[in-house]
């Protein structure tokens, strides 16, 4: 583990400097102060053990350093502020468990490698009206079958794209107006993600329950989670 920089945590018992403690017992992080509220620094929070599952950062934070969160394996939801400008390379690669992410208007930069291996991440929104640069596999090895898409940018399914940092390497579905079309992302009653168009079942992701694994019948595998065996260094 590193810690490079100041991160604090809020517990049940209020906040607590992050000193190197795994801090199993807690599972929602909420960065407080980090270089005067504009920025998690580099490594702030890189290869976390504990069973940290919602990470919120506050409005004010401007750039998210390299590494920052990752490898942070119970990770399943990042909460990001408006005033985001910026995502560092390799910033959240490795958040095995992270199933969908919501990048806001300002947001303009999304590093190398940035969720490489986020083998769970099937949904990406874009609220902005630019698409934020993309940098090189920043979304490789990633099962992102869904996209909410805000920007100016058309973006269609492309299979086995390396356009838009792998974005489009899986995708299947664009949303551009969600008053108007619906969700095709479905987990069924194994946690197993799906998505379901019409007749066609696909399965992007089998779930692990008490070490039982239940494969959704008339499925199409479309990406192999295999990341208990892989080396992310």
């Known amino acids: 583990m590193y810690y490079a920089e100041h991160l604090f945590i809020l517990d049940t018992n209020g906040t607590t400097e992050f000193d190197g403690e795994y801090y199993k017992e807690v599972t929602t992080l909420t960065v407080r102060t980090v270089d005067d509220g504009k ?38 939801e990042i909460i990001l502020p408006n005033s985001l400008v910026s995502i560092g390379q390799y910033a959240f690669n490795a958040c095995t468990n992270l199933k969908n992410i919501i990048f806001k208007s300002n947001l303009t930069s999304i590093g190398n490698y940035s969720f490489r291996y986020c083998t769970n991440l099937s949904k990406v929104t874009f609220l902005s009206t ?22 100016t940018t058309v973006i269609t399914p492309s299979s086995g794209s390396s356009d838009y940092g792998y974005l489009r390497y899986y995708l299947k579905n664009v949303i551009t107006d969600p008053n108007s079309q619906i969700s095709k992302l479905n987990t069924d009653e194994y946690g197993n993600i799906l998505y379901i168009d019409g007749s066609t079942k696909y399965a992007i992701s089998i779930a692990t329950v008490n070490g039982v694994v239940t494969v959704p019948a008339n499925a199409q595998l479309i990406f192999s989670n295999n990341s208990s065996s892989t080396n992310y260094f």
Do not use: M, W
Not at 63 to 76: C, P, R, T
Not at 132 to 150: D, K, Q
């Open 39 to 76: 920025r998690v620094g580099n490594y702030a929070c890189c290869g976390f053990r504990g069973g940290i599952k919602t990470i919120i950062l506050p409005e004010g934070i401007t750039s998210i350093g390299e590494y920052a969160f990752y490898q942070n394996a119970a990770l399943d």
């Open 130 to 151: 630019t698409l934020p640069s993309l940098g090189t596999a920043a979304f490789r090895n990633c099962p992102v079958v869904e996209i909410e898409n805000h920007t």
